[in-house]
């Protein structure tokens, strides 16, 4: 995608050749709902930079000047709130000096947000990896990739922090095939424990359980990372993320890859894999140095290739530029009705820059995940996302969408919505009353289309209803509200 492609993608982003003292902004190379990212020229020094700017089009927009401001004064509090995140989450990165960690150089507030200038780094996500060379993914690959990585993580779990957004699209492969973990994205977090109207935002196969429970909050540790780097495994060896950990509580589908055994993979990798995806936390490796043991990669030489790694050689800037230096989650905050408990709205780019000890989640985790999800739990994602669905924007609605107790095998729809219903309720959507079978676990699922959808129950006398935009596949869980 050429530069003036992206700023097409990315509207609120500022035009090229904008100055930042010695920072002169060249292209952008990400957006999303939260964030823009530039890759920029450092005339003192020479050299290439990456710069993030805090942007979150559901609160702000470009003003004339190019400073931002608010859409409506009640976003203020929000936007502060991100603001002081972001700004944490520079502060944080900066303190970290490892060559698997994003390395930032320098934060500094100007038009009225925060920026970030870090490294640049040339290559491509996993993600990207996966989808342009899939033949090149095998054990051997996997070996090598992980000794660095576990060191990043290990790392920030030594600090007393925790990542909580291992995916595949976050960490990049430099053009050495040496592995950088990108950014927490504190601010979008931090926006999200705020809001009465915000969502959450995970995703799907990458989260574990305690991510999706307000009580979660405090029961989280390093074996929640773990659970994610086990996903991001299982995506590269199987073509696709383990089941969503919300709809494994209601029905556990997984298939363990030492029955499944993909050729070419050992069983103590396998093994690992399986225990890292666990859905109690206490049944997962509790550390990295646990988990790296039991793929048989002695911790020793973790250490041992960390400490030989050197930062990666940075290219001169050129016009055709690889895939983009950093990812910023491209997710487009939707407004639900009105939920009646609040959740901890952990999200693909955030985690609080605040120290927390890891504690060992207590044996009924699964009986906290059932009861989260009955009382009321709206489970969303939206992924890659360019710009901000425009508030006129109506997309295609579903036809006659299909209404069945279990996920579909083949699903010709775009998102699965598992919705608890009560016996005799009737389901109203976009007007339209469809016929709902519930399944024996109080669930029916409704498999739809892109759209713009209300969904209402209707139950005796009183009415509950949802909204929700559907524009990339993605799985929810909801109970309307009243």
């Known amino acids: 995608m050429s530069a003036n492609d992206n700023q097409k993608a990315v509207p609120n982003a500022l035009p090229a050749g904008y100055r930042f003292n010695e920072f002169e902004i060249k292209e952008v190379i990400g957006g999303g709902g939260f964030g823009i990212v530039y890759r920029a020229w450092d005339h003192q ?25 608010l859409r409506g004064e009640r ?44 490294l640049y780094y040339s290559g491509m ?55 950088v973990l990108l950014d927490f994205g504190s601010a979008r977090k931090e926006i999200g424990n705020l809001s009465d109207e915000t969502e959450i935002m995970l995703k799907p196969g990458f989260a574990p359980i305690e991510q999706y429970s307000e009580e979660g909050e405090n029961e989280q540790g390093p074996w929640t990372d773990i659970y994610a780097l086990g996903a991001v495994l299982h995506s590269l060896i199987t073509g696709n993320p383990p089941p969503v950990s919300v709809v494994r509580c209601i029905e556990d589908n997984y298939e363990p890859l030492v029955e499944r055994q993909p050729p070419g993979y050992s069983l103590p990798l396998l093994h690992a894999v399986d225990c890292a995806l666990a859905m109690k936390p206490a049944d997962r490796p509790q550390s990295i ?30 016009a055709a530029a690889p895939a983009p230096t950093l990812v910023v989650e491209e997710e487009e905050v939707v407004t639900p009705a009105p939920v009646v408990m609040a959740v901890n ?46 508030e006129n924007a109506t997309p295609a609605v579903a036809q006659n969408p299909v209404v069945n107790s279990a996920p579909p095998a ?42 713009q959808y209300r969904i209402e129950v209707h139950s005796g006398t009183s009415m509950r209803a949802q909204s929700l935009v559907i524009d990339k596949p993605g ?8």
Do not use: C
């Open 475 to 482: 799985t929810w869980l909801l109970n309307p509200g009243n």
């Open 289 to 318: 140095d646990a988990f790296a043991a039991l793929i048989d990669l002695p911790v020793s030489d973790v250490e041992a290739v960390v400490n030989s790694l050197q930062p990666a050689p940075e290219p001169p800037p050129v």
């Open 125 to 179: 996500t996993l993600k990207e990896w996966q989808q342009t060379s899939p033949d090149a993914v095998s054990e051997a690959w996997i070996r090598r990739l992980l000794p660095p990585l576990f060191g990043a993580i290990s790392t920030i779990h030594q600090a007393g922090y925790l990542h909580r957004d291992i995916s595949l699209d976050n960490i990049q492969i430099q053009e050495n095939q040496l592995p």
């Open 45 to 69: 020094l020479e050299r290439t930079i990456a710069i993030k700017e805090y942007m979150p089009v559901s609160l702000a927009v470009r003003a004339e000047d190019l400073s931002l401001e």
């Open 345 to 390: 709205h952990a999200s693909p780019s955030v985690e609080p820059v605040t120290p927390r000890n890891a504690r060992r989640l207590s044996p009924g985790l699964v009986a906290l995940a059932a009861a989260a999800l009955l009382a009321v739990v709206v489970v969303t994602w939206l992924t890659n996302r360019r710009d901000a669905t425009p």
């Open 410 to 451: 083949t699903p010709a729809a775009l998102a699965t919505v598992y919705l608890k219903l009560e016996r005799g309720a009737n389901v109203v959507l976009n007007g339209q009353p469809v016929e709902v079978k519930t399944g024996s676990n109080g669930f029916a699922t409704l498999n739809l289309a892109a759209g």
């Open 75 to 118: 976003y203020q509090k929000l936007f502060n709130a991100g603001l002081t995140s972001f700004i944490q989450e520079a502060r944080l990165l900066a303190r970290f000096n490892h060559p698997g960690l994003l390395h930032v150089l320098r934060f500094w507030e100007q038009n009225g947000t925060a920026y970030m200038g870090t």
